[in-house]
């Protein structure tokens, strides 16, 4: 939250330049993303144009060898008037960021909104505890699984696939996001058919299940399908927010005929956030404004797997995702990518209990099969909840004994 009042949007910057004058710098951003020009105007029209000039906060400067390349640069800070944009997130970041983001090397690290601005959003619909609340566990991580290798197959092959994972006691179920409409599954008949199997498995598991199904299709009929697959059962969404714009995501968070969590998938997000010099850092990326849009759950990179994300980065995700001195629900983190059983007591070291332990391979490639990956997974919950080392746990199951083998423990 910015301390900055009500009047303010406060932008951080990192900027690289082996010469440059980083506090003219400053000052020339702070002018050309709000008035455009400052000196040149008469001492009247200064009076009348103050309240939507920027101001520049502070400027830190780094020598060579300094953060994180070993390249000169600042990190800039700036306040943007709220008076100069509307209240969304599209005209926020176009103005602290828009044509800034082809001027050389920088990037920028953080937005701390104010209160005025952050008034237009109620963030999450769930959160946490909402999504706690619609599967009725309080006490552990929540455990995800992934669809593999479901383009080409058909309703029944989906079914298996779903009764499989829902057998293994997982909580939630995701769509893979490169699973769009289909003559072979088509929305409402995916809902229909996923949702009998999980009716199916709870019969047996007696543990409720969210299946997060892919929303897709035009941008302006996002929402009109959205209702489509409420009305056809479905109990949690998968949307690729980065595709869409975060505004496409705020808007189906707060539509009153889609009450159920969203989560938000971090596709397109390799893009914008890996390097030093350019885009938007990821604790910002995936962490405040897929909160401050409305995203129940968030999918981003882990760093143990094979898609990495540097554990600085992830936590500070993870930090974001979950602050509670910021006003409204927290969201849930779901690191994800390279994920197996081995990996659980690293993973609720790092996060705590407020986590998703989310897997694919690591569920499907159980040497067992898909059931037994989903319950090693449970096993090695359990385990590190009680303080029970993994190799100890695995000689009494059998389950989470053939994962270790498979791909060993990381703690």
């Known amino acids: 939250m910015s301390d900055t009042g009500n009047g303010y949007c406060r932008a951080t910057y990192r900027c690289f330049d082996d010469k440059a004058d980083f506090g003219k710098k400053a000052a020339s951003i702070a002018v050309g993303l709000t008035v455009g020009s400052w000196t040149e ?27 994180p390349t070993g390249e000169r640069c600042a990190d800039i800070v700036i306040d943007y008037p709220d008076v100069n944009f509307s209240r969304d997130i599209p005209a926020l970041l176009v103005t602290v960021f828009g044509k800034l983001s082809m001027d050389g090397k920088i990037k920028l690290l953080d937005l701390d909104v104010s209160e005025g601005f952050r008034s ?30 479901v383009i080409g197959h058909d309703l029944s092959g989906l079914k298996e696939q779903f009764y499989r994972q829902a057998l293994g006691g997982v909580d939630l179920i995701k769509d893979d996001e490169i699973l769009f409409e289909n003559p072979l599954t088509p929305l409402e008949k995916r809902i229909e058919t996923c949702m009998a199997a999980a009716r199916e498995a709870q019969a047996e598991t007696g543990q409720k299940l969210l299946y997060a199904v892919n929303l897709t299709g035009p941008t302006f009929k996002l929402a009109e399908n959205a209702r489509r697959a409420v009305a056809a059962g479905a109990n949690a969404l998968l949307f690729n927010v980065l595709a869409y714009g975060y505004d496409a995501l705020y808007e189906l968070s707060r539509d009153p005929g889609i009450n159920i969590p969203i989560a938000a998938h971090p596709a397109m997000a390799g893009a914008f956030y890996p390097s030093p010099h350019y885009g938007i850092a990821a604790p910002l990326l995936l962490g405040k404004l897929m909160r401050l849009a409305g995203a129940d759950l968030v999918l981003f990179p882990s760093p143990y797997g094979s898609v990495v994300m540097p554990k600085e980065e992830n936590l500070a995700v993870r930090d974001a995702l979950l602050d509670g001195s910021v006003p409204g629900r927290t969201s849930f983190p779901v690191p994800s990518a390279g994920i197996h059983p081995g990996l659980v007591p690293l993973i609720l070291k790092d996060f705590g209990k407020e986590v998703v332990v989310n897997a694919g391979g690591g569920v499907h490639g159980h040497p067992l099969g898909t059931a037994a990956g989903g319950q090693a997974f449970r096993q090695a919950i359990e385990a590190t909840l009680n303080g029970d080392p993994l190799r100890d746990a695995a000689q009494r199951h059998e389950a989470l004994r053939a ?9």
């Open 403 to 411: 994962a270790i083998e498979a791909w060993g423990v990381k703690q």
């Open 120 to 149: 237009a959003f109620p963030g999450p619909r769930f959160g946490v505890q909402g999504v706690r609340d619609l599967l009725g566990v309080r006490d552990r991580p929540l455990l995800m699984s992934i669809f593999k290798s």
């Open 41 to 67: 105007l008469p001492e009247s029209k200064k009076a009348e144009m103050e309240k939507h000039l920027g101001k520049v906060v502070s400027v830190t400067e780094y020598e060579a060898g300094g953060p």
